[in-house]
């Protein structure tokens, strides 16, 4: 079957299923109404319309869907290609992904009713309808993809999104079901002046919360446990440790973090002391930042678990991990400044300004509480992190200053300064050039480029800082990047750390094929200093391909060529 | 010490500098009481009437509006408050006059308000909002007769 047609059947297969499933759910729906008699006389004429669209889905729907779909199912019987191939793998996903998230809210719904004591009046039978038609249509679906044999690389990529796609949903769900939860309990404690009606804490809110919380947690328990247990060494895994839970951990949490210590500040210094229940903000941001805490923390310690098996690979983790927090710190010390500088910045506008005619009294406060809090969360986290950077440095020398990471990490923030500074010098430079020729150059023009001083302020030390660091670099040979030689090790155990050694004192990775002979040779150790003497050899080799075979406590090093 | 490390050095002190200029004029100079304006002067009712707002004294700020004209005239005092409300927590403004037009019997107030409203980090956390002010003498009193509602603290 050429690729054009297979396209076909599948963009088909879609559409009619999804007209049986409108049907099925239609008439489902139609079905609970009817057993709860819900109807009037009145509305019997939307009934028998209603009756008759999901008849006329189901009938005309039902049978192509099983024309269709057997058709590509008879295909992918006779030919094994078919079973596992890329668009295939497309199709079936976007069915389980479809139909997951479906079953996930109406289960939920569902869930919230069931809580809320059974209620016939707030049963819903359109959800409850779609709720058994999409999980069924989900289950189906599971079965066949669970059946796929010799899945193509594409396929395995396909798989692997639904799989981290669910898994996140299911965990934010999970995590913001808890947050809710805490909440909703926190304001009903009966400590908080003022309150001359109050719900029971058993309200909507909490239902909605706990509801949440099962389903959001079963999701992520069947994703990241089950669906996602055995895969630890793909890519898509690292970016969903790396970008979303542990980045998204650390930067919800900090967020948590830096309001509590902002609005704590702000109280302190006399802001809002006439807000009635000022501390409820705590019922949301100290949960938040629990939860994001844990999450945070138990994905780093995964992530690295599941590195420590490749010395590389570890460091690599360790490496992206510290300059991910290093950058998140930065970005929220600099956030601070900025703020904090506004402040001198204003006094002097308000100094030369004599008709300031109103300033309320948190004006002040309310700077200077969100400049010190930024500055309190992220001038720990970003010199803990800055200094373990530089301890790493310092050991590793030109290999951790060739990482991608540190490269990455310097000239986003070397970019995003001289972007900032142009931006800020354009305007600093128009409104002068505009108050020179128009002759209206003072306070005004003043007010007008406040935030670019503010942040052309900030912003120059952070470049001048971070051109300091790549230019150090440079100098030690971080641009350079290492003649990289094509090398090929043999040997009897190819995860042995001796090679890892190597490839850390060449700062690339080599070729490892295993000597397949009989007795097999034990690996030798290598010591720092004989790794290091080997990574010479070899960049002094003559030619680019170099070949190493390790046995019984020799190593040989074979330069050859291809012919 | 290497260069980068007294570059850091050099950095924490200007830090240090920022975070003490700045908590010295907050907690010191910041919240000064501002000059009251004349009472029989256009920028003397705007400021009253912003000060009004600021107390959040409703009744008196209503008292500054015109009520035969503009806005204010199809507005009840009910209907009025309602379109008054705002999210005020955590939210704190300032306003200086930039100029003032009086003519006989009517008079142009621009007036610029800075609201500190924190929206994300690097992001300016001060909206200006610019407003002007149209007043109009009645008897011996000037009154406000636009804008009449308060946008301007959003």
Redesign the interface.
């Known amino acids: 079957m050429s690729t054009v047609r297979r396209v076909f059947f599948y963009i088909l297969t879609v559409i009619t299923l999804g007209i049986l499933t409108a049907g099925l759910i239609n008439l489902l729906s139609l079905s609970f109404d009817t057993i709860l008699a819900r109807f009037t006389l009145a509305e019997i004429g939307d009934v028998k319309q209603q009756l008759s669209l999901g008849i006329a889905m189901v009938v005309i729907g039902g049978p192509l869907w099983f024309l269709f779909w057997g058709t590509i199912q008879r295909h992918a019987a006779k030919d094994s290609d078919e079973s596992g191939s890329s668009l295939r793998a497309f199709f079936l996903n976007f069915v389980l992904f479809i139909s997951a998230f479906v079953t996930v809210f109406t289960f939920t719904l569902l869930l919230v009713w069931l809580m809320a004591g059974c209620r016939p009046e707030q049963f819903s039978p359109g959800g409850t309808a779609a709720l058994i038609v999409f999980a069924a249509v989900w289950v189906y679906h599971w079965r066949v993809s669970a059946g796929e044999e010799h899945a193509t690389r594409v396929a395995d990529t396909v798989r692997r999104w639904y799989t981290y796609i669910l898994s996140a949903a299911g965990l934010l769900w999970l995590a913001s079901g808890i947050v809710q939860l805490i909440y909703t309990a926190f304001i009903a404690f009966p400590i908080w002046d003022g309150v001359i009606v109050r719900d029971s804490f058993w309200n909507s809110g909490t239902q909605n919360a706990l509801a949440w919380i099962l389903t959001g947690g079963m999701v992520w328990a069947f994703y990241w446990f089950y669906m996602a247990g055995s895969d630890s060494k793909s890519s898509l895994r690292q970016v969903y440790y790396y970008l979303f839970t542990i980045l998204g951990g650390a930067i919800a949490g900090l967020i948590a973090l830096t309001v509590t210590v902002y609005r704590v500040l702000f109280w302190l210094m006399g802001g809002d002391r006439d807000v009635v229940d000022y501390f409820q903000f705590l019922g949301w941001s100290a949960p938040i930042i629990l939860v994001a805490a844990c999450i945070w923390f138990y994905h780093l310690r995964k992530a690295e678990e599941e590195a420590a098996t490749e010395h590389e690979h570890q460091l690599s983790a360790l490496r992206v991990h510290h300059y991910l927090m290093a950058f998140l710190g930065l970005g929220t010390l600099i956030a601070g400044l900025i703020i904090l500088l506004g402040i001198p910045l204003d006094w002097a506008i308000n100094s030369l300004n004599s008709e300031i005619i109103v300033t309320e009294a948190g004006w002040w406060n309310n700077h200077l509480s969100l400049g010190m809090s930024m500055l309190i969360v992220s001038v720990p986290l970003w010199l803990y992190y800055w200094w373990q950077i530089n301890g790493m440095a310092d050991r590793a020398g030109a290999i951790e200053r060739r990482a991608r990471s540190r490269r990455i990490y310097l000239y986003v923030i070397i970019g995003a300064s001289v972007v900032m500074l142009a931006a800020d010098l354009v305007n600093i430079v128009y409104q002068l050039l505009n108050g020179v020729l128009s002759g209206s150059l003072g306070l005004e023009a003043l007010r007008n480029m406040k935030w670019s001083l503010q942040t052309v302020f900030i912003a120059l030390p952070v470049l001048i800082y971070h051109l300091g660091i790549a230019r150090q670099d440079q100098l030690l040979g971080a641009e350079t990047g290492a003649a990289a030689r094509k090398v090929t090790v043999l040997l009897s155990d190819t995860k042995s750390p001796a090679v890892s050694l190597l490839e850390l004192k060449l700062g690339y990775k080599v070729r490892r094929i295993r000597y397949a002979g009989q007795p097999a040779y034990n690996v030798p150790d290598l010591s720092d200093a004989r790794a290091e003497q080997l990574a010479a050899e070899i960049r002094a080799a003559p030619v680019d391909h170099v070949m190493l075979v390790l046995f019984e406590g020799n190593v040989m090093v074979l330069p050859y060529e291809e012919n | 010490m290497k260069?980068?490390n007294r570059?850091?050095l050099?950095?924490g002190i200007?830090?240090v500098v920022?975070?003490g200029?700045?908590?010295t004029?907050?907690?010191t100079?910041?919240?000064a009481p501002?000059?009251l304006?004349p009472e029989d002067s256009p920028?003397g009712t705007?400021?009253r009437f912003?000060?009004s707002v600021?107390d959040r004294d409703y009744l008196k700020a209503y008292g500054y509006l015109a009520p035969q004209t503009g806005q204010v005239k199809s507005e009840t005092y009910e209907n009025w408050i309602r379109s008054t409300q705002t999210s005020r927590?955590?939210?704190?403004?300032?306003?200086?006059?930039?100029k003032s037009t009086v003519r006989e019997n009517s008079a142009t107030v621009e007036?610029?308000v800075?609201v500190?409203r924190?929206d994300g980090?690097?992001g300016?956390?001060?909206n200006?909002n610019r407003v002007t002010f149209i007043l109009q003498k009645e008897g011996d009193r000037w009154l406000i007769s636009q804008p009449a509602d308060i946008w301007w603290l959003y």
């Open positions: 260069t980068s570059f850091l050099v950095f200007i830090i920022i975070v200029i700045a908590v004029l907050a907690v100079g910041g919240n501002v000059k304006l920028e705007v400021q912003l000060m600021k927590e955590s939210s704190s403004w300032k306003a200086s006059i930039l007036v610029a800075d500190f924190p980090p690097l300016n956390p001060v200006t």
